[in-house]
Each structure stands twice: as structure tokens, then as C-alpha cells.
């Protein structure tokens, strides 16, 4: 990781990565509101969180600087292959068009991949590592999240997507 982007996202309050010792788990989101958003990718298309409701939303935050993310993504690409409902919105913290649309260039990705310039939008959601993902029922509202990287793979895809359709009472996804 460059250790200017360090530096840049230490002073803005995210940490480089998330550090954890025990396997990553989705857990219970907090249940304070997360505001609704419109982004704009790298070649400025805009897109409304609100867009997708109705439809279970996994909203994942990340960097192209950090190495769990860049492992990341290509299972988050997966999931989105095997999802029916559920759609998946990348968020990129704090980075440059540029340096994003060059990374996009190197793996493409088949999801928005949003920029949040100013960490405005990771801001109000409380992010405070990368990657963090908040997995959002059918009404859009948080139910699950976690602070590290998760294993997508392993994911029972339509028993979340039923899970969350039903207002996400139950939450049928394991945790390695």
C-alpha cells in the first residue's frame, strides 16, 4: 500500500485495512439510519441507492490501494453472478478517477463501482476500516455488516436473498 494513501485515509479516519485475528462474520448491522445516497462512477453515471428499492443491496466499501479489497472483489463478482435479486454497489473511499478507472481497467467488474470523492457517503455510514460491507434488506434498510474481508464464495445466495426480502428477520449466511 503506498504510504500516502495511508497517511491521506489515517487523517480522514478510515484505517488502511481492517486487522482482525478471528475469522471475518457477518453480524448484526446497527440499526441507526443509514442515509440514502446518488454517486457517480468514474465515467460520471450517477446512481441512487434509492433506485434499488425493493431489492436486497449489498453495499461494500473499498480502495483500490488495499490489498484485502483487491482480493476481495472478484467474490463479490461472483456473488453477483449467482445472485437473482440481490445486486451489489461498490463504493471506492477518498480515491482518484483516474487511479479507479486504471484499476477497473486491469479487473473489470460487471457492478457500479461508485466514487465517493470526499468520504462524505463512508463518512455518514460510519466507515472506519476497509473493506466494510452493510448488507441492506429488500426496504433498504441495514441488517448485516462487517469490517474485514469476507469469504463471498461461501455465501447460500438465495437464502439470504429470501431472507432479505422477508424484511431480513432471519439471517441464513455462514460464517466461516
Not at 6 to 32: C, K, W
Not at 37 to 49: K, M
Request: with cysteine; hydrophobic share 45%; net charge negative.
Amino acid at each position: 500500500m503506498p504510504i500516502a494513501a495511508a497517511v491521506v485515509l489515517n487523517v480522514l479516519g478510515v484505517s488502511a485495512f481492517a486487522q482482525s485475528e478471528s475469522p471475518p462474520r457477518l453480524i448484526a448491522a446497527p440499526q441507526d439510519f443509514k442515509p440514502a445516497f446518488t454517486l457517480e462512477d468514474s465515467d460520471r453515471v450517477a446512481t441512487a441507492l434509492n433506485d434499488l428499492h425493493g431489492r436486497p443491496v449489498i453495499v461494500h466499501f473499498f480502495a483500490t490501494w488495499c490489498e484485502p479489497c483487491r482480493v476481495e472483489l472478484p467474490a463479490l463478482q461472483r456473488l453477483a453472478e449467482r445472485a437473482g435479486t440481490l445486486r451489489v454497489l461498490t463504493i471506492s473511499v477518498a480515491e482518484p478517477e483516474a487511479r479507479v478507472r486504471t484499476f477497473l481497467d486491469k479487473m473489470p467488474l460487471h457492478f457500479p463501482v461508485l466514487l465517493d470523492r470526499d468520504r462524505s457517503v463512508a463518512r455518514f455510514w460510519n466507515v472506519s476500516a476497509l473493506p466494510t460491507t452493510y448488507i441492506l434488506d429488500a426496504r433498504l434498510q441495514p441488517r448485516l455488516f462487517v469490517e474485514s474481508d469476507y469469504p463471498w464464495d461461501e455465501v447460500d445466495v438465495p437464502a439470504l436473498e429470501t431472507s432479505l426480502s422477508n424484511g431480513g428477520e432471519q439471517h441464513a449466511v455462514p460464517s466461516p
